[in-house]
């Protein structure tokens, strides 16, 4: 079986069982998740039912009120009032069915007899309307409020049940994930000791051979064919063995041809050594023919080289005075140019000093209005303050008047709040003041530096302007000075060039005397760098040839 197969199938092992802890952790969680969202459900419920509750004791409490205040309540059917709608369009769960059932009868009456209590009421039966009040629909309100109340029950108990089960769960999930998480940790060590123990040992002793090889011992012994294994280790050490093989074939190859190259080497100098000698004998005897021509030639040569030189030189001073001319030109113009520019940039820096003065004095004013702005919102902070302290007194006031005082203290109330939004807003905008201000003088610090500045730069932009006058000046007498020099340098190019004129022809008779000795010693030249070049390359032959050797000998073998 090979190491990748191994490997996939302990990692296949290693995924299943994380896989198989993952759907048990999400199908606990899920579960978990499920119970809460019951629980939450119900706590609804019971918020819900508990409100109702309190509805209808309110509901009671404007009948109360229409017997001493004469205000009619709002009367709506059993099926129209809010507790009715939820009713009909709730379907009971089975723990909670009898009391649920319980509860529609009374609620039906106790609709039915506000009806007639508001009726008897309405026809001046007051008396016959707060008999019925109190005989029969308190009662039935007080049945209805014991049938929320059983609801109420059983719904608090169906969640003491669902929390128990989630928690049971919970614990159900812990020791899963516990004993999951150990058998999966267990595993992954077994695994990988086994793969250790499999892999590990023919790797460290295929090491050992490859070290032993590279150090230069061909003849370490390794298993192959049929011996080896059947994996990629096996691979390995068949290919590693086949590759000892034929390095030893080369190596024992290498041995015998370097000897004959040392051979043959040690030969080809011998020759050229004895070619040298003679092609230098040659070379003295035509060097000694040519050497007069040779001293006449030179100092012929020297002098043409010097009137070239003389010749270049009223070149290169005709093109230098010529290149100081233009430039003088350039820098004319460039500085009458730099002049106009300064004075430009003079009026437009006197433009920017009285924007500069203008934004100076706007932001003055702003910080003066900002000022303003402060006061009048320490005057609000103040009032809204007072509004707080009233609002206070009025909440005491009502506090003490009791039931009738209700009203009037959520009047004050909301007088108190407005008056606490109204401080917080004046303090905002107090911050905002005082950001405004301090932006403004750091403003006006920068706009006083800038103008400061712009002063600077017209006193500077003056300087320069006075400096490029000068130049131009200056500009002016050298263009003068370089038509002068460029004058002279044609002069000296005319001279010159009759110079080089009458070398020349001097120069001709003597290369022809000296051409026939020259051709002679060239040729002898060209023949001794040529041996030269043999010995040379024979010495590279011989000295690779001992390298090759060294390096062979380094290498242990099997004979053959």
Partial sequence: MSIFKKLLASFMIVAVVIVALGVFAFTSLKKVDEMDEAVAEAYQLQSFLIQKEVDHLKWMQQFSSMFIQGIIPEIRSHEECSLGQWYYSFTPPGYMEQPFADLEAPHKEIHRLGMEVVELYKQGEVEEARSLFSARMIPAVEQV????????????????????????????????????????????????????????????????????????DLTVEVETGEKSRNDEIGELQNSFGIMVSKLNQLVGVLRE???????????????????????????????????????????????????????????????????????????????AEGNKLVDQATVQLASVTESVNAATAAIERLLKRSQEIGGIVELIQGIASQTNLLALNAAIEAARAGEQGKGFAVVADEVRKLAEESADAASKITELIADIQNDTSVTMESMSVNAREVEEQTEVMAKTGSALKLILERARITEEQAQSIADIADNLLVLSEKIMDAVASVASATEENAASSEEVAASAQEQNAAVEEVAASANELQRMADELNQIVREFKVKSV
């Fill in 145 to 216: 409020q014991e049938h929320l109340g059983e609801i109420l029950a059983a719904e608090e108990a169906q969640v003491e049940k669902v929390t128990a089960g989630m928690e049971e769960t919970e614990k159900s999930l812990i020791r899963g994930l516990y004993i999951a998480s150990g058998a999966a940790v267990l595993l992954a060590i077994v695994l990988a000791f086994i793969l250790t123990r499999n892999i590990v040992p023919p790797l460290k002793d295929l090491s050992s051979l490859t070290q032993a090889a590279a150090l230069g």
């Fill in 257 to 335: 041809r370097a000897g004959t190259v040392t051979e043959a080497s040690a030969s080809l100098l011998a020759t050229s050594e004895e070619t040298g000698r003679a092609a230098e004998e040659v070379s003295t005897v035509v060097g000694q023919l040519a050497e007069s021509s040779d001293v006449t030639s030179q100092e012929m040569h020297e002098l043409e080289r010097l009137a070239g030189m003389l010749k270049g030189d009223g070149s290169a001073a005709k093109e230098n005075a010529a290149a100081t001319l233009a430039a003088s030109k350039e820098t004319m113009e460039a500085a």
